[in-house]
């Protein structure tokens, strides 16, 4: 069987994930898609010769007969209404980061999820997939460098469009460590705070960049990550963990290391698209198989949930620079355990 996916927002990750379901992945196919910006929709059929209907909104995406499953792809805060609409509608939804903007948002698809006593929502935290990450936590997860004690990250754009706020460098980029580092340490967050280093000159004014995030968890590790994103030279994720017996680092993608013009180089990436392409398709792959049986797999409404309680504690951090913001997650429902 050919799973039938309907796609609400046809900008840049939109269009990417289109183009792997239909050139890379097996078991779907696009067959309806929606823009707010209609010829968004129209140009990605003809872009990559889809056998798709353009809707003219989500909600008609999410209701047609011709859609088994909805991949969310609009802005973040679209995002909470159209995963609670393909709910509504028992249908499996791959729903890009963040989950919702708000933590109460997260709560109202977490509570109607739970309702269906059954999993239908993936959140889109490639990183899970990412081989490198992978490598990363068998090694913790062996014990080989002892209990995890600090965790040092980097998280660096090489530039932003003017848009981008001081609050969007937590929702929207340390989302993904919000959620990574979870998984990674089998942990969760207690506290956050957030100091400013003096700022880039290379930042728009109203933008506070670099900014550095220092998290807690429960089982008393220290984080800090350091979110940069007007670092002008690369695409450059950094993860490094100190453990009680030695300390394990995420690795570099892979890149040929050049003798030339009497320099050692070797190339940094620059787009996000290519430093997780591998991840991209596995976790959509997994999306698919899992839809196709009518469920869910990968992370969950939960971890978007807890990424989100953790991100609102961040954004209140940023307004007192300095100050401990607690973090306290609800309940865990029985489905996410
Ligand atoms: N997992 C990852 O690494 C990445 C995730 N993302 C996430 O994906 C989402 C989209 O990001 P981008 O593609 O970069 O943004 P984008 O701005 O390039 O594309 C978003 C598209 O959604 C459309 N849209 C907005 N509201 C809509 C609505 N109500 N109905 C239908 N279409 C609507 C816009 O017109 C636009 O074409 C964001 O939530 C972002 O955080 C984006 C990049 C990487
Ligand atoms: O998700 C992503 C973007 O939306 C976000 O704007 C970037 O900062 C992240 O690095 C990228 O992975």
């Known amino acids: 069987m050919t799973l039938n996916i309907g796609v609400i927002g046809t900008g840049a990750i939109g269009r990417d994930h289109i183009r792997r379901i239909t050139n890379t992945l097996s078991g779907a196919r696009v067959t309806a898609v929606t823009d707010v910006q209609p010829k968004a929709a129209e140009e990605t059929i003809a872009t990559y010769g889809l056998d798709a209907r353009a809707l003219a909104t989500g909600q008609e995406v999410i209701a047609s007969r011709d859609v088994d499953a909805v991949l969310v792809t609009s802005w973040g805060p679209t995002h909470e209404e159209f995963v609670l609409a393909s709910l509504a509608a028992g249908k499996p939804v791959f729903c890009e980061k963040p989950l919702a903007t708000t933590a109460q948002g ?12 059954h999993r239908l929502v993936q959140v889109g935290f490639m990183r899970r997939y ?7 936590k068998s090694v913790i997860d062996s ?7 600090i965790v040092h990250c980097a998280h660096r754009n090489p530039d932003v469009p003017e848009r981008y706020t001081t609050d969007m460098a937590i929702n929207d980029t340390v989302i993904h460590e919000l959620d990574v580092l979870r998984w990674l340490l089998d942990d969760d967050y207690v506290s956050a705070q957030v100091v400013y280093p003096r700022r880039s000159r290379h930042a728009f004014a109203h933008l506070a960049d670099p900014q550095i995030v220092l998290l807690e968890t429960a089982k008393g590790a220290r984080i800090d990550v350091e979110v940069f994103v007007n670092c ?6 950094q993860c490094e963990v100190v453990g ?21 180089v070797s190339a940094i990436l620059t787009d996000w698209k290519e430093r997780f392409i591998a991840s991209y398709d596995v976790e959509l792959q997994d999306f ?31 307004g007192k620079p300095g100050a401990i913001v607690p973090i306290t997650l609800p309940e865990r429902p029985a489905l996410y355990v």
């Open 244 to 264: 009680e017996a030695g300390t394990a680092r995420l690795p570099e993608p892979m890149a040929v290391p050049l003798r030339v013009g009497a320099q050692r």
């Open 143 to 149: 014990g080989q460098i002892g209990a995890p004690l």
């Open 288 to 318: 698919i198989d899992a839809a196709s049986e009518g469920t869910a797999a990968g992370p969950s409404s939960w971890d978007g949930l807890a990424a989100a309680v953790s991100a609102d504690a961040c954004v209140a951090a940023q």
């Open 232 to 237: 002008q030279y690369g695409y450059d994720i």
């Open 106 to 117: 997260a709560l109202n698809i977490v509570k109607a999820e739970t309702a269906l006593n």
């Open 130 to 136: 990412d081989a490198g990450y992978r490598a990363l």
